[in-house]
């Protein structure tokens, strides 16, 4: 379809407009080709005429409908007046800052603080798709952060804008919220340092200008790096282009560094005394621009907050003095007076205050700085002169060194952040925030706006080529061709800046001359680049130059441009700060060796080899330096992926939410936004799904296609029948691809169906509702006739004969009717009555029965009490007996085991001593024998030790020459020895434990001590002789001499132990000998063992006879007792047979009665006396309805007695088995305890805590056994007055329960499993704590089982904390599994079939959805909420502890779909609304089903934004309305959904301001919150209600699968 059918009568466009840009005009009449006028009606009500050929018309006018889109790309018309318009009506009326352009974030700065970044909005965009939402910077960064973790790849977002447009506070939330939700839970706060470094960097970077109080007067770009688990682990600053002239000179109304008044305001503190600081006013680098003082701003406490980042950051005191310092000297460097001294000479007096203070403390001298700040050195061929200076060129020296100093400390402290920023760790990934400066032009545009346009033509080039990219890639992934798309290419700007003798070429080669001046350069540049088109000489100025950017022409001048470029300081004044006594400055001014840059392989190449310059501070100008750092940024940038925030500034006044339509669009049309829509409009930019399509756009398919079950088949053949253009729309994979323009012309066709459609409805009800009053109106005129004619009749044909004919006729009819009735009447009251007598005989007779058989059966009942309970009694006097004959024979056969086991205990110890003494004699005679071996040895060794020692001294004289060969050798013969010498030792030392003789054996054991410590000493001394002279080695021979003299007396005294050994032998001889007689009493032994056992066998099967004979008796009254069942239950059939019987004459009773009813009423008028038998037989029927429901109880109590029969049955086997079991004799009467031992609590814990498994066998037949099992033990402890037992295993209890929650915090089994054991394990505290409140409904057995010893009430409180952090843990993983489900389940599925509740417009997703999140419905919840409750049910939780779960996750439910409904503008519709309504009553009728109604309270926040969204909201009645019915949602929550009320449909209409306005002042008096979200995390107070346990712990048995056999039951 051509654009041109579109400009049609009523349908609007907009025209140019000199105040507001643009403005609206509606069409009066059609267009059509060949008109050359454009007939237009203006909102003031004058008429306009354009001339205009269907080329040039103007632009059309969006549909309201379509108007306060979120993402500007979404518009059916894409153009300049659509985007101004779109983004005014936002910022005005829904009071939104946030729009989306494609993949730009448009941000207008609102001069006011709004409540929309605190966590709880953080939460809520974290883990969204972008788009999902309301456009936010969380938005964005969610999906860098989202991205980054996606596809393991690094991100940045590029903050731009003009100075006063929001770009740092932007930075800033972005950091905070990785911040928040990247949280790493470490100890180095590496997350509050990155947020920290912020204060800092504003108070030594930004300043106050004309348009903004906390402008950035830098480039930033903000490193933030991630681990591999994607939490902060350190980050680092790169600044780019800081303005230095701002320590010198500020314009009016302007200030300098926020540091400098910061310092000023706090000088009268002790800290700051000794830097002798004035008021900002007096200082004259902080006074020129006039106001010192911000308003809002307290400068005072701004300075606490940097000292105290300062000490977050780690930089200490010292530090933080010593920049202090050289700020306080800058200040004053300011006011140090320089006088003019002759025509060109300057001075300064040497006593100046200023002066002196500056010297002090820079640590500099103040005659050398004196005399260099007046005078400069000329270096000549042979010498060297000192030239003075003029006074505004020694101001200019001063002004150079005081800018060199502040720039050196600005990036010392840099430097020093991103020191304080780096933790170990290895970096994974990085998302990079870039604070940088937007397009800039002014009256006067000098360096550093060449500078800043200059980085912004990068930025554009870089934004365009990653824009073709997307689009390229979306068009491939379509399948879609490709077509190149016509847009601005700033490459010629950039080489004109950038390239060969392009503008910083020129400008740094005129830096290398001395001589070179701003004029030159000049005169080069118009020489030069005259001829380039984008380069203009100004005709009417000669001092500059027109370069025409992107976004605009900006007139540069030249005057400074060197000076700024060279950035000169005299090398006499860098040698005085070098010199400086202060090595805090000092270090600034150290001349470092100039490096290459070689950062990612990116190195920066000269457009030309340049002149070598003769000044070693020229050799890098800030041009140069600038376009390094560019180039790196750029790298970087194109290195990740990147994402755009355009900031804009809407007025200049910084007025809150005022919009100046001018400066908006100067800088949408500077910072790429409207290029971003240009070029979306020249390809297909409306993108729908096929689904979305089939939707919105069924109304126009006709039956055949509609009837067709492939939608996208369908929606080719109506897009083709449609708009017959082929080039308008394209068919992609997944999505149907539109031109501007097509959207609104398939609404429009879509609108006018449904006229069509309602305007026939209309047509056919006002015909119904005419023909309707047509047929009233002619009935009514029938009727009239109809009366009219018959009293005209009645006249005529009327006389007395007639008359009294038709009268008596009349009486006689009356008569004779009434007869009829009369014997009617008589009929059925006979019949009634026999009826009557015969239910009242039939009702005594019954009664008469069951009073009989009632009587009966209770006297057989009685009687079956009474033989029951003497049997009862008989088998406890049998058992008393058998078990009081057990324990005797009991104790009598322990008695004898007890002897038996103690008699061969002892000679099992006497046989082992035996045998041990058998082996230690073999160990001791095999010992001696090696024992002799060894001393043969040593005989053997001792000549050998002579004949070296004779060696060595004929070797004497030699000694000298060999000493290094003959130590080697001296030191292996005696390790050798030693060897020997201690294997020796060992073996004399076994030998001496042989030895009676206890003085003997200390004398030789000393001896053998004293020769090994002399070999020792002799070791060491051989040890040290290489170091020594020949004197002293000499000395160590003759003792080595004495030492082997003194072993051949040792070896004589073990010869002489050798003979006492034979002796020895012979003893252990002799002592085998008895050993071997004793030996022989053993088998006589064995003998008596074997009769013990025997015994203990006869014993046993003694025991076995008993039990056979008492199960024979347990089975004989369990016969018995089941015969007496079975009669029971005969009789209960007998009755039950005669209630069927009684309800089927009910029945027909009740039949009867309805006959009688419907009589009575036809006879009503008539017979009185039939009413008073109507409610007789009511009450007879009242009275049978009675006995009925007495039968009823009556067999109500049977079955409770046939089940307590049951009951006793079981426990009658219950003790058969328990007397099975304990067939050796334990005892029956339990305590209900059992016994730990302390060294098998580990064991305890291991096996009932550690390793249990929830869904076991054991634990399913009683959910929370453990506890009782826990409770049992904790009660022996108790029992047995063991406090360290009872402490140690409550403890062990409480912290291993707490450690296996940890360790499975996200196992809802186990949680659940264990909040039940934890809750239960408090109430048996309580309930057996021995207090009056928690023992009132406890048995007397339970009473008696109290704890006797300890209280245990601090425990409580333990075990109580314990089962809240198990329940708030619980929460919080069922929290985890409902979470992803939620919006998609009740906020995006639509339950309601036929009801679209989506936007109408095609809307640019940025982001795929999960698959996963797409499938969730309400019936997912549902199921997860069953899941949840069956797992609490099935470990017996408690009622009220299911309703406070429950009732917490409605609540997190309900939260978390609010928060998305207020933070997603296009969620909020009358449809949706109703869709969302429809999810809760599902949920409604789950809770029902599980009587847990009560909890729906917690829903009510989206019940009633649900009914606020369906509510008329337009007059004050529905004003109050909203204020009435809307009580748990807070005003600023109801201000917000219906300021982002979106209809869908044109039939609908937004939401007024002035009724906003309404229900904002109805609400003014509202006490509430006035917070936006909704705390998600909010938790409700959980209580544990006490209730007492009916289970008797004497009755429990471990089962055997929990593996605790050494629990010992008491």
């Known amino acids: 379809m051509a654009l041109v059918q579109l400009y049609t009568r009523y349908n609007r466009v907009w025209i140019p407009d000199e105040e507001h840009v643009w403005k609206s005009a509606e069409i009066l009449r059609d267009f059509h080709d060949g008109d050359d006028r454009l007939q237009l009606l203006l909102e003031d009500g004058t008429e306009y005429t354009v001339d205009s050929s269907p080329t040039k018309l103007p632009p059309l006018r969006n549909p309201d409908i379509l108007v306060g889109e979120n993402d500007l790309t979404a518009l059916s018309y894409l153009h300049e007046p659509a985007v101004l318009h779109n983004l005014r009506v936002r910022f005005l009326e829904f009071r939104i800052i946030y729009t989306y352009c494609g993949i730009i974030l448009v941000a207008l700065n609102p001069y006011q603080q709004l409540s929309i970044y605190g966590d709880a909005i953080i939460h809520a965009y974290s883990g969204q798709n972008l788009g999902d939402m309301d456009p936010h910077i969380f938005a964005v960064a969610e999906e860098a952060y989202k991205q980054m973790a996606r596809n393991q790849r690094n991100q940045s977002i590029i903050i731009s804008g003009e100075s006063g447009a929001g770009k740092t506070v932007s930075a800033r939330y972005a950091m905070r919220y990785f911040a928040v939700v990247s949280k790493s839970g470490s100890k180095t706060q590496v997350e509050d340092k990155v947020l920290a470094s912020n204060p800092i960097t504003e108070a030594i970077g930004n300043a106050k200008t004309t348009r903004n109080d906390n402008s950035s007067r830098f480039g930033k770009f903000t490193e933030i790096s991630f681990d591999s688990r994607y939490r902060i682990i350190g980050a680092n600053m790169r600044t780019y282009l800081l303005e230095k002239s701002r320590v010198v000179f500020q314009a009016y109304n302007e200030r300098n560094y926020h540091i400098f008044y910061q310092m000023c305001a706090c000088a009268d503190l002790p800290q700051f005394r000794a830097l002798q600081l004035m008021s900002a006013v007096e200082f004259h680098y902080t006074g020129m621009g006039g106001d010192i003082f911000i308003e809002g701003v307290d400068d005072r406490k701004s300075m606490e907050e940097t000292q105290r980042t300062f000490s977050l950051l780690g930089l200490n005191e010292d530090f933080q003095s010593d920049v202090f310092k050289v700020l306080a000297a800058i200040l004053h460097m300011g006011n140090v007076e320089i006088k003019s001294f002759g025509d060109d000479r300057s001075s300064i007096s040497p006593s100046d205050t200023h002066l002196l203070i500056v010297c002090d403390l820079l640590g500099v001298r103040a005659d050398k700085l004196v005399q260099w700040l007046c005078n400069r050195r000329l270096v000549l061929v042979a010498e060297k002169v000192v030239k003075p200076l003029h006074k505004d060129r020694a101001v200019n020296s001063r002004d150079a060194l005081a800018k060199r100093i502040y720039a050196y400390l600005f990036d010392c402290i840099i430097n020093r952040i991103n020191r304080a920023l780096q933790v170990p760790g290895k970096q994974h990934a990085f998302i990079g925030v870039l604070d940088i400066y937007g397009f800039e032009t002014f009256d006067i545009n000098s360096f550093e706006q060449f500078c800043i346009n200059y980085a912004n033509e990068k930025l554009q080039q870089q934004f365009n080529l990653h824009v073709f990219k997307l689009e390229q890639e979306e068009y491939m992934k379509e399948d879609i061709p490709w077509t190149l798309i016509d847009f601005y290419d700033n490459q010629p700007a950039i080489d004109l800046i950038e390239a060969k003798m392009g503008i910083l070429d020129l400008l740094n080669e005129e830096c290398l001359f001395p001589q070179g001046t701003d004029q030159s350069w000049l005169q080069k540049l118009y020489n030069y680049l005259g001829s380039k088109p984008l380069f203009e000489r100004p005709k009417m100025s000669n001092e500059t130059f027109v370069v025409q950017h992107f976004a605009d022409k900006v007139e540069y001048h030249c005057k400074g441009f060197l000076e700024k470029n060279r950035d000169a300081l005299y090398e006499e004044l860098v040698e005085v700060m070098r010199d400086s006594q202060f090595p805090f400055l000092a270090k600034f001014f150290q001349e470092e060796e100039q490096k290459a840059l070689n950062i990612r392989g990116i190195k920066v190449n000269a457009a030309r080899p340049g002149v070598k310059p003769a000044n070693k501070q020229l050799r890098t100008s800030v041009g140069d330096k600038f376009c390094s750092s560019l180039s790196l940024l750029m790298a970087t940038l194109n290195a990740t992926t990147p994402h755009y925030v355009r900031c804009i500034k809407p007025n200049d006044e910084k007025l809150p939410f005022e919009y100046d339509s001018r400066r908006v669009v100067q800088q949408l049309r500077a910072c790429g936004v409207l290029e971003t829509i240009r070029i979306s409009a020249q390809s297909y930019p409306s993108r729908w799904t096929y689904s979305e399509f089939y939707n919105r756009y069924n109304v126009l398919m006709t039956n055949q296609e509609a009837g067709c079950n492939d939608k996208m088949q369908t929606c080719k053949n109506v897009l083709q029948r449609l708009i017959q253009d082929t080039n308008q729309y394209k068919f992609g994979r997944t999505k149907i691809f539109l031109r501007a323009g097509q959207v609104a012309f398939l609404e429009k066709l879509r609108l006018d169906q449904l006229r069509t459609a309602c305007i026939t409805i209309q047509k056919h009800v006002r015909g119904w509702s005419q023909r309707k009053k047509y047929l009233r109106m002619r009935n009514a005129a029938i009727t009239l006739q109809q009366y009219i004619r018959g009293k005209k009749t009645i006249r005529k044909a009327v006389s007395a004969a007639n008359l009294k004919q038709a009268w008596a006729a009349v009486l006689i009819q009356r008569y004779w009717r009434g007869f009829r009735i009369w014997k009617v009447y008589e009929t059925k009251l006979t019949t009634l009555q026999s009826e009557i007598d015969r239910v009242i005989i039939e009702k005594q007779n019954m009664e008469k029965t069951f009073q009989a058989s009632s009587k009966e059966l209770k006297e057989k009942y009685d009687k079956a009490k009474l033989n029951l309970l003497e049997e009862k009694e008989i088998q406890k006097r049998l058992s008393k007996i058998a078990e009081f004959n057990l324990d005797i024979q009991k104790q009598d056969h322990e008695k004898e085991l007890r002897s038996l086991k103690e008699e061969i205990r002892r000679l099992k110890e006497e046989r082992v001593s035996l045998q041990m003494k058998l082996d230690e004699d073999d160990r001791v005679e095999t010992d001696l024998r090696d024992q002799v071996i060894q001393l043969t040895k040593h005989v053997k060794v001792i000549p050998e030790l002579r004949r070296d020692l004779s060696n060595l001294q004929n070797q004497k004289n030699t000694v000298d020459r060999k000493m290094k060969q003959q130590s080697e050798e001296a030191r292996a013969s005696l390790n050798k020895i030693s060897k020997l010498l201690a294997g020796s030792i060992v073996e004399e030392d076994v030998l001496l434990r042989l030895t009676a003789n206890a003085s003997e054996k200390t004398y030789e054991a000393e001896d053998l001590l004293a020769v090994f410590d002399c070999l020792e000493k002799a070791t060491r001394t051989l040890e040290s002789h290489r170091k020594e002279q020949k004197a002293i080695y000499e000395t160590q021979v003759e003792g080595f001499k004495m030492r082997v003299d003194y072993l051949q007396n040792e070896n004589n005294s073990l010869q002489s132990m050798f003979t006492e050994k034979?002796?020895?032998?012979?003893?252990?001889?002799?002592?085998?000998?008895?050993?071997?007689?004793?030996?022989?009493?053993?088998?006589?032994?064995?003998?008596?063992?074997?009769?013990?056992?025997?015994?203990?066998?006869?014993?046993?099967?003694?025991?076995?006879?008993?039990?056979?004979?008492?199960?024979?008796?347990?089975?004989?009254?369990?016969?018995?007792?089941?015969?007496?069942?079975?009669?029971?239950?005969?009789?209960?059939?007998?009755?039950?047979?005669?209630?069927?019987?009684?309800?089927?004459?009910?029945?027909?009773?009740?039949?009867?009665?309805?006959?009688?009813?419907?009589?009575?009423?036809?006879?009503?008028?008539?017979?009185?006396?039939?009413?008073?038998?109507?409610?007789?037989?009511?009450?007879?029927?009242?009275?049978?309805?009675?006995?009925?429901?007495?039968?009823?109880?009556?067999?109500?109590?049977?079955?409770?007695?046939?089940?307590?029969?049951?009951?006793?049955?079981?426990?009658?086997?219950?003790?058969?088995?328990?007397?099975?079991?304990?067939?050796?004799?334990?005892?029956?009467?339990?305590?209900?305890?059992?016994?730990?031992?302390?060294?098998?609590?580990?064991?305890?814990?291991?096996?009932?805590?550690?390793?249990?498994?929830?869904?076991?066998?054991?634990?399913?037949?009683?959910?929370?056994?453990?506890?009782?099992?826990?409770?049992?033990?904790?009660?022996?402890?108790?029992?047995?007055?063991?406090?360290?037992?009872?402490?140690?295993?409550?403890?062990?209890?409480?912290?291993?329960?707490?450690?296996?929650?940890?360790?499975?915090?996200?196992?809802?089994?186990?949680?659940?499993?264990?909040?039940?054991?934890?809750?239960?394990?408090?109430?048996?505290?309580?309930?057996?704590s021995g207090d009056e409140e928690f023992c009132k409904q406890s048995s007397p057995r339970q009473v008696n089982n109290c704890l006797q010893n300890f209280d245990l009430s601090d425990h409580q409180q333990v075990v109580s904390d314990l089962a809240i952090c198990i329940y708030h843990q619980l929460i919080t993983t069922m929290e985890n599994a409902l979470g992803t489900a939620i919006v998609p389940a009740m906020l995006e599925h639509e339950s309601l079939q036929g009801i679209f509740s989506t936007k109408p417009p095609g809307f640019r997703n940025h982001s795929n959805k999960n698959n996963e999140t797409e499938m969730c419905t309400v019936f997912f919840i549902i199921e997860r909420l069953s899941r949840f409750y069956a797992i609490m049910t099935h470990h017996s939780m408690d009622a009220n502890l299911i309703k406070q779960v429950v009732k917490q996750l409605l609540f997190y439910i309900g939260a978390t779909t609010v928060n998305h409904l207020l933070l997603s503008k296009n969620m909020c519709s009358c449809s949706r609304g109703m869709q969302i309504r429809c999810n809760i009553s599902y949920l409604e009728e789950w809770l029902q089903?599980?009587?847990?109604?009560?909890?729906?309270?917690?829903?009510?926040?989206?019940?009633?934004?649900?009914?606020?969204?369906?509510?008329?909201?337009?007059?004050?009645?529905?004003?109050?309305?909203?204020?009435?019915?809307?009580?748990?949602?807070?005003?600023?929550?109801?201000?917000?959904?219906?300021?982002?009320?979106?209809?869908?449909?044109?039939?609908?209409?937004?939401?007024a301001s002035s009724f906003v306005r309404k229900v904002q002042s109805l609400r003014q008096y509202h006490d509430g919150s006035a917070q936006l979200m909704m705390d998600v995390r909010y938790r409700f107070p959980v209580t544990f209600p006490f209730y007492v346990s009916s289970q008797a712990l004497e009755l429990l048995k471990v089962p055997n699968s929990l593996h605790l056999e050494f629990l010992n039951m008491i």
Request: aromatic residues 4%; negative net charge; glycine residues 2%.
């Open 1062 to 1328: 034979s002796s020895i032998d012979e003893n252990i001889r002799q002592e085998v000998c008895r050993l071997s007689s004793e030996n022989s009493v053993i088998p006589e032994l064995k003998g008596q063992i074997s009769e013990l056992q025997r015994q203990t066998k006869d014993y046993e099967a003694l025991i076995e006879k008993q039990n056979k004979d008492l199960a024979e008796n347990a089975e004989e009254i369990k016969s018995i007792l089941q015969k007496k069942i079975e009669e029971e239950s005969s009789k209960r059939r007998h009755f039950e047979e005669q209630a069927e019987v009684l309800e089927e004459d009910n029945k027909d009773l009740q039949g009867k009665i309805k006959d009688l009813q419907e009589d009575s009423d036809h006879l009503s008028r008539q017979l009185q006396m039939e009413r008073d038998a109507k409610i007789r037989l009511r009450l007879e029927v009242t009275e049978l309805s009675s006995d009925n429901k007495e039968f009823e109880e009556q067999l109500d109590q049977k079955d409770r007695l046939i089940k307590r029969l049951e009951n006793q049955m079981i426990s009658f086997e219950t003790t058969h088995k328990d007397n099975k079991t304990s067939s050796s004799g334990s005892p029956k009467g339990y305590l209900g305890m059992l016994e730990c031992k302390k060294e098998d609590q580990s064991k305890l814990i291991q096996n009932l805590i550690l390793d249990l498994k929830p869904n076991g066998v054991a634990v399913n037949m009683i959910p929370v056994l453990p506890a009782y099992i826990l409770f049992m033990c904790v009660r022996h402890a108790d029992y047995m007055n063991d406090e360290e037992k009872l402490m140690s295993l409550m403890n062990a209890i409480i912290s291993n329960v707490k450690r296996f929650t940890m360790t499975h915090q996200n196992d809802l089994v186990s949680l659940s499993f264990w909040l039940c054991n934890m809750y239960q394990l408090l109430n048996c505290l309580k309930q057996y």
């Open 1489 to 1551: 089903e599980k009587e847990l109604l009560s909890s729906i309270d917690t829903l009510k926040p989206l019940t009633q934004a649900a009914w606020l969204l369906q509510v008329s909201k337009t007059t004050d009645d529905d004003a109050k309305a909203i204020v009435e019915k809307c009580t748990e949602l807070n005003t600023v929550q109801i201000v917000k959904i219906l300021n982002s009320y979106t209809p869908i449909d044109g039939y609908e209409k937004r939401v």
